[in-house]
Structures are given as structure tokens and as C-alpha cells.
């Protein structure tokens, strides 16, 4: 906050002194106030500036000496608002004089606006003014834009003629803030009225006391202080309601899922049910989980016995999996199951792509890997990798790539229907079993953690093997959301 600049002074070819100030576009500051809905912590943040302006002015040795809020323009410097004190027509020097002649003030001269002078201006005494009728002056604005009028009524004060408005100055006191603002009450405000009143019940304590800039300082610190713990303590509560809510939503989806499978499972939609309980959080799982899923495996068993490594297609409308030796393909409702391939060797492992066109299967204690075309009901291909064990594979969803990762931490991906290695990368001396693709198909996530045996995490761009990210030791189960994010 800053006073109008003085741009030039000097005097006329009669004699007269002048000086031409800055043009202040701006609006007064209870004009301001109103027009923008201040509150009262941004009105005292704003007298405080006008205080420190008028302080700028004692330190000059300068008394204003019409103090009000029409000459307490405030203007916008890149949306910030600055008030500036202008019209120091009437000011006078306490310690030098303002222009190379001296001005002097007449004798009895009635200086200032009476709405906002102090007893000893309407005095008019012998004795000049000093500083401390600023402070006055200052009383008066304040109160003014924390109740929406001024002590005592301009209008009233002009009618009464110039001895009857000084004593009233001097002799009466002025209504008290709580006062003025019940009385506003009284008179049905308006819904601005009602506002301003509410704010200056707020800050009477501080119009009372007539507060100067240290005094406003300190409310304003101690407001802050209290809107802020209250701030903390809000966002406590919120949060803790918010994580209870939380908790007890999720634990209602959990149910209805349970629900949901087991419809299913009444239904001999075992599909379904398989891909609703491997939905639950692992850490909801309880024993009514645990019972379903023995259901479910106890059913699939009955329809047929032996069947191990079971995979759904996308349409949940049949069932591929491992019976010894064999992939058989089984359809729950109608029954129906044909085998898919045979192999020398006990089969460990299958997975299939969302579209059912290939489906991978890796013969037990080999390091040998096939694909099978579902559609040509043929084998794409069989081959060697060098690599045994694996528990983590997928096709992209595309179905045009596949990968593989095994416990010597080595991940592998081919093409689908070549079997050419796209590139195969040792990502970590020690055991990776997860792997999923993103939905989007553009990356790769690899984790594991077998029998206690801790190992990082990897984010990869699937179509180069390119690591983008690495993740602590101990990252079990590497998900995406669903949305690809």
C-alpha cells in the first residue's frame, strides 16, 4: 500500500503553490468492500495497508487531516487490490514545509470532513493537530467497514450547524458497533445488510477497542491460527467417516459378489462363479469365500474328475483345462467336452487369449512351450526355451503377442503365430510368477514372490522389452485398473 505519487509541485506566476499527484483510478475502499462481499479478515487485511500507508506519511513528517474512505482509493495491480491515500490538499508538514512557501491555516478555519474528524480538529483551537488524530480518523473508517456507517451521520451532523457538530464531536458518544449492527438487524436488512451485519457482530470486539495496525495484525494471526486448527480438525473427522464409509462399502460389494457367485454356482454357471470370487480383494476373502471356492472346485470336479488348471473363455460359456496328460475343453451347462491336444508328459500349465483363438500350455518339468490354434484346432507351433517352471504367462490382448516369465527371473516374448522371438530379457536373479499385460496392450507387469523369497516389481514397454519402471522388493501382485491406468 502506497500514497498517490506527487508528480511535480512548484508555484503560480501569483504566488500560489501547487503539486499534481497521480490520478487514481480506482473506487472507494468501502465501495470496494461492498461491491466485492469482503469478509472481514480481507477487510482487516486491507485497513492494514491504509495503516501502513498513513504510517509512511507520519514517518515524513506529513498530517493528512481528512481521513475518510473517498480519499482512500483502491485500484487493482494484477488483481491484487492496492488502496492508495490521495487528496493531500489540505495536509500540512510537522517537520518541513511541503512547497517553498509556507501555508498557513486561518485561525478558527473548519479543516476536514466532520464525519470523520477527531475532537481536537473540530476543536479549532490554538492548539494545531498531530498525528494521534490520524489514529481517530482510522477508528472511524474501520468502523465504518465493519458495520456499513459511520459513528455519527454525515447528513445529521450537517443540519445541526457548525457549533452543534462540534459538540457532538467533542461531547457525544458514538453509538457502540454491537449496537449499530442489532439496530440494522431490526430494520429487516436486506440480504447484503444481513451479511455485513453478521461480519461486524464478528469484529466488534475490534471496532471497540478502536484497534490500530498491530492490534488488527494480531486478530488476523489468531484468526488464522483458530480457522486453520478447525481446518485440521474438520478434515480429521472427514477423512475418518470417510475411511469407515469406505470400509463398510467395500465390505457390502464383497457380500453382494459372494451373492452373486453363488447364484451362479446354483445355476451350474461355474464360469461365472469362477471370475466373480477371483474378483474379491485377497485381503476381504473369509470364510464364506472360502467356502464358495471349495464349491465351485468340488463341482467342476464332479462333472468332471481330475481337471486341474482351469481357464474360462471371455464368453464364461466353456471351460479349458488340464487332465494329466491332456487339454480337454468341457461346457458346463450342456456337459459337453472334447480333448484339445495330448502330450508325452504331464501338462503344468495353459492360459488362453481373451478372443479364444490360441490357447499357450507347458508341458511339467520341461523347458519346452505350445501354442494351440482353437480356431484350426491344430498346433501353431512347439519349441525349446531354455527355461523351466514358469508360473506367469499371457497373450496381449490383441492376441498377436505372448509372453512368459520363469523362476530364474528370464521373461520371453514371441510372436503368436510364428513362435519368433520378439526378445527375451533376465530381469532379476531370482523367482518372477506374475505377468499381466495392460488392457490397452501397451505394457507389461512382472512380480513375484514364491515361498517367502522376496523380488521387485517391473513395468516394461511390451513391444521393445523396454523396463520404463522398477519397484521395491516384495511386489506381490502387480495389477492394472481396468481402465489401462
Known amino acids: 500500500m502506497i500514497s498517490a505519487r506527487v508528480l511535480d509541485a512548484g508555484a503560480t506566476s501569483t504566488g500560489r503553490p501547487f503539486f499534481v499527484m497521480e490520478l487514481v483510478k480506482g473506487v472507494p475502499i468501502t465501495r470496494y468492500c461492498e461491491d466485492h462481499h469482503l469478509d472481514n479478515r480481507q477487510k482487516l487485511e486491507l485497513f492494514i495497508s491504509v495503516c501502513k500507508a498513513i504510517q509512511h506519511a507520519h514517518q515524513k513528517g506529513i498530517i493528512h487531516r481528512d481521513i475518510k474512505p473517498s480519499n482512500i482509493m483502491v485500484t487493482l495491480h494484477d488483481g491484487v487490490p492496492v488502496p492508495k491515500v490521495i487528496d493531500f490538499g489540505i495536509a500540512k508538514a510537522t517537520q518541513q514545509d511541503l512547497t ?72 457525544k458518544d458514538p453509538v457502540r458497533p454491537s449496537t449499530r449492527v442489532s439496530a440494522l438487524r431490526s430494520e429487516r436488512l436486506t440480504v447484503s445488510g444481513r451479511t455485513l451485519a453478521i461480519q461486524a ?39 475418518l467417516v470417510a475411511s469407515q464409509k469406505s470400509l463398510e462399502l467395500a465390505r457390502r460389494l464383497y457380500l453382494m459378489k459372494l451373492a452373486t457367485a453363488d447364484n451362479a454356482l446354483l445355476e451350474n454357471n461355474y464360469p461365472q462363479a469362477r471370475l466373480i470370487l477371483d474378483e474379491c480383494e485377497e485381503n476381504q476373502r473369509g470364510w464364506e469365500w472360502e467356502f464358495l471356492n471349495n464349491r465351485l472346485i468340488n463341482a467342476v470336479q464332479q462333472l468332471r474328475p481330475g481337471l486341474t488348471e482351469a481357464t474360462f473363455t471371455e464368453d464364461e460359456t466353456t471351460i479349458f483345462a488340464v487332465d494329466d496328460k491332456k487339454i480337454v475343453s468341457f461346457e458346463p451347462r450342456s456337459g459337453n467336452s472334447r480333448v484339445i491336444l495330448e502330450g508325452q508328459t504331464q501338462i503344468k ?83 518372477l510368477q506374475k505377468l499381466e499385460f495392460s488392457p490397452d496392450g501397451r505394457w507389461i507387469l512382472v512380480g513375484g514372490n514364491y515361498e517367502g523369497k522376496s523380488s521387485p516389481g517391473f513395468l516394461l514397454e511390451a513391444s521393445t522389452g523396454n523396463i520404463v519402471a522398477k519397484f521395491p522388493d516384495g511386489t506381490v501382485e502387480p495389477a492394472f485398473h481396468p481402465d489401462g491406468g
Not at 484346432?377 to 520363469?406: C, L, R
Open 100 to 171: 517553498e512557501k509556507t501555508i498557513f491555516t486561518q485561525y478558527s478555519q473548519f479543516i476536514g470532513t466532520p464525519a470523520y474528524m477527531s475532537p481536537e480538529q473540530a476543536e479549532m483551537s490554538g492548539l494545531d493537530i498531530d498525528t494521534r488524530s490520524h489514529i481517530y480518523s482510522l477508528g472511524v473508517v474501520l468502523y465504518e467497514l465493519l458495520t456499513g456507517a459511520p459513528p455519527f451521520d454525515s447528513r445529521d451532523l450537517m443540519q445541526s450547524g457548525i457549533d452543534e457538530m462540534r459538540r457532538i464531536i467533542r461531547e
Open 201 to 239: 457482530k464478528q469484529s466488534q470486539r475490534a471496532a471497540e477497542r478502536g484497534q490500530t495496525e498491530d492490534s488488527a495484525q494480531r486478530r488476523l494471526a489468531e484468526e488464522k491460527r483458530k480457522e486453520a486448527q478447525e481446518a485440521r480438525e474438520i478434515g480429521e473427522k472427514m477423512q
Open 349 to 431: 500349465l495353459i492360459t488362453i487369449d481373451k478372443k479364444g483363438r490360441s490357447l499357450a500350455w507347458q508341458p511339467k518339468g520341461g523347458d519346452e512351450l505350445g501354442i494351440w490354434d482353437l480356431v484350426r484346432n491344430e498346433q501353431k507351433w512347439f519349441k525349446k526355451t531354455g527355461h523351466a517352471g514358469s508360473n506367469g504367462m499371457a497373450f496381449s490382448p490383441d492376441g498377436n503377442q505372448f509372453a512368459i516369465v520363469y523362476p530364474d527371473g528370464w521373461l520371453l516374448c514371441f510372436e503368436v503365430e510364428t513362435g519368433s522371438a520378439i526378445y527375451s530379457k533376465s530381469l532379476f536373479n531370482g523367482i
